[in-house]
């Protein structure tokens, strides 16, 4: 067994604190990797507090991981000691169900196992996150990345990169159409720098006026208050697709007014209520509400490598691990541009 320093959560009311347990010892097909960085994601807090429910204790988080390998099972062919490498939101599927036999294993018919509480394939073993000094992964689950980019700011793209840039290549968003994101903030951010990246005219919707110019900044053509009435009636059946990352309960039918004909509503958000939603707006100009979670792993490799081409990473800020529960409160108050990241280092 491997020895292994963390920052846990041991139940839903405390903050998290140093944590020592043991990893497996490397199979066949595994890769050890030591981590270097850890983004910090909205649903970490969710579930080390149990708001979701079904929170198992004690809980490493984190799922946007970056290092090093440092040691490969005696099958492993595609990585190699010292090469940087991620992980993100799901680390082993059934592998012969339908959806996994057509490379979408975040879809796996039995429950892909997430990287932290979840159980791990053989039903008892509980899996621990990126809040750690090191991971071991089955191969197929881990991800080349390249050393051109600024690995802190490559954490996030593991979990807020790939679960916009899933949807807006799935709605074919490229030059000439029309793209909202509604919410700026982890997610939003990088649905933004995606979008206009593949051409698209690109509009941030958000309650607060006060993020325009950091709209403009990332790239945003324009900025849309959706509390101003006479805004969003001069944007009735204006855009092709709109990505949702609002995770605050809201109605999705101001939204869907917004859509032109086939529009896209892509959800990623995950609200702690569910949505209102008219269907008179749905059917009107055959609009679509679209779901999607993060990506395939054939995907986000994909992802990876379109954002070395373009030098695309996420806005972070760095912290050491012993500000976790520091950032947490922060999060809740929006007040991170746009992504914590952990310094592993600092374990």
């Given at each position: ?170 709605a074919q968003v490229g ?55 006479a805004q969003m009636k ?114």
């Open positions: 067994m491997i020895a292994t320093k963390a920052y846990a959560a041991l139940d839903a009311a405390s903050p998290l604190v140093p944590f020592s347990f043991e990893r497996r010892d490397l199979r066949a097909d595994d890769v050890q990797v030591e981590i270097l960085y850890c983004g910090v994601c909205h649903s970490d807090l969710h579930q080390a507090r149990n708001e979701w429910g079904g929170s198992m204790y004690p809980m490493v988080p984190g799922h946007e991981i970056v290092g090093k390998v440092v040691s490969i099972g005696s099958s492993v062919t595609k990585f190699k000691v010292g090469d940087t490498v991620g992980v993100g939101v799901i680390i082993d599927s059934c592998s012969t169900c339908k959806n996994c036999q057509a490379n979408y294993e975040q879809y796996c018919l039995d429950g892909a196992t997430g990287t932290y509480n979840a159980k791990e394939r053989d039903g008892v073993t509980i899996a621990q996150g990126g809040y750690s000094s090191q991971i071991v992964v089955k191969e197929k689950f881990v991800l080349h990345v390249a050393d051109s980019l600024d690995l802190k700011a490559v954490a996030p793209l593991l979990c807020a990169g790939i679960t916009t840039y899933s949807p807006l290549r799935f030059p000439g159409m029309k793209v909202g994101v509604i919410g700026l903030g982890g997610l939003g951010h990088m649905a933004v720098k995606f979008a206009v990246s593949f051409g698209a005219e690109v509009t941030v919707l958000s309650t607060s006026p006060s993020k325009e110019a950091d709209a403009k900044r990332l790239g945003a053509h324009g900025f849309l208050v959706t509390s101003n009435k001069a944007h009735e059946n204006y855009f092709d697709v709109l990505l949702d990352a609002v995770s605050a309960p809201h109605d999705f039918t101001a939204y869907l007014d917004l859509l032109g004909l086939n529009g896209k509503l892509l959800v990623v958000g995950l609200p702690s209520e569910d949505p209102k939603l008219s269907p008179f707006s749905l059917i009107t100009n055959r609009r679509s509400v679209i779901g999607s979670m993060i990506g395939s792993m054939q995907e986000t490799q994909e992802m990876l490598d379109y954002c070395a081409e373009k030098n695309i990473v996420a806005d972070v800020e760095l912290i050491p691990v012993q500000q976790i529960n520091e950032a947490y409160e922060r999060m809740l108050k929006n007040d991170v541009k746009y992504r914590f990241v952990l310094d592993m280092k600092t374990l």
